[in-house]
């Protein structure tokens, strides 16, 4: 079966499609029986990601800069959503993303439907976010104690 998955652009690709294990690409072809079948929609989390120490940074310098609740702001959950297929029509399926996630089309499969949608936890943000400005605060005060050190010393 053919797999095409589309996002809103203002948000670009937000979920990743799984059918058990399987990563789903779109515009691949992929051996997804015609009746039965299960996705799984898993939620991006930037924060979770091989750049998480820069998005940590930009939000640390927004909350200095203007944005107290910059910090706050930072995803420390991620949606999953499972979906029955039902009855596929043809062999190709399409799946497209609307409002920034909130929604989604099924076009291909008419008897798809939505079996649980719930919010999972990811601990390892709150960790991060904790680390980050705990290491952000020691290097302040390595700063300072520096700073004063070289001036008793020049007094």
Same mark, same amino acid.
């Given at each position: 079966?053919?797999?095409?998955?589309? #996002?809103?652009?203002? *948000? +670009?690709?937000?979920?990743?499609? /799984?059918? +058990?294990?399987?990563?789903? !690409?779109?515009?691949?072809?992929?051996?997804?029986?015609?009746?039965?079948?299960?996705?799984?929609?898993?939620?991006?989390?930037?924060?979770?990601?091989?750049?998480?120490?820069?998005?940590? *940074? +930009? #939000?640390?310098? %927004?909350?200095?800069?203007?944005?107290?609740?910059?910090?706050?702001?930072?995803?420390? =959950?991620?949606? !999953?959503?499972?979906?029955?297929?039902?009855?596929?029509?043809?062999? !190709? *399926?399409?799946?497209?993303?609307?409002?920034?996630?909130?929604? /989604?089309?099924?076009?291909?499969?008419?008897?798809? =439907? !939505?079996?649980?949608?719930?919010?999972?936890?990811?601990?390892?943000?709150?960790?991060?976010?904790?680390?980050?400005?705990?290491?952000?605060? %020691?290097?302040? $005060?390595? $700063?300072?104690?520096? %700073?004063?050190?070289?001036?008793?010393?020049?007094?």
């Amino acid at each position: 079966m053919l797999i095409e998955i589309r #996002h809103e652009k203002p *948000l +670009g690709k937000r979920f990743d499609v /799984y059918c +058990g294990d399987t990563l789903l !690409e779109g515009g691949e072809e992929y051996d997804i029986p015609a009746e039965g079948a299960a996705l799984r929609f898993v939620e991006r989390n930037p924060a979770v990601g091989k750049r998480w120490p820069l998005l940590l *940074l +930009g #939000h640390f310098l %927004a909350s200095l800069f203007g944005a107290p609740d910059s910090l706050q702001e930072i995803g420390r =959950s991620r949606t !999953e959503i499972c979906v029955d297929l039902g009855k596929a029509k043809g062999d !190709e *399926l399409s799946i497209v993303f609307l409002e920034g996630g909130k929604s /989604y089309r099924i076009e291909g499969a008419p008897e798809a =439907s !939505e079996r649980s949608r719930q919010e999972v936890p990811l601990p390892q943000v709150e960790r991060r976010i904790r680390g980050y400005q705990i290491g952000v605060i %020691a290097l302040v $005060l390595a $700063l300072l104690t520096a %700073a004063i050190v070289l001036c008793v010393r020049a007094a």
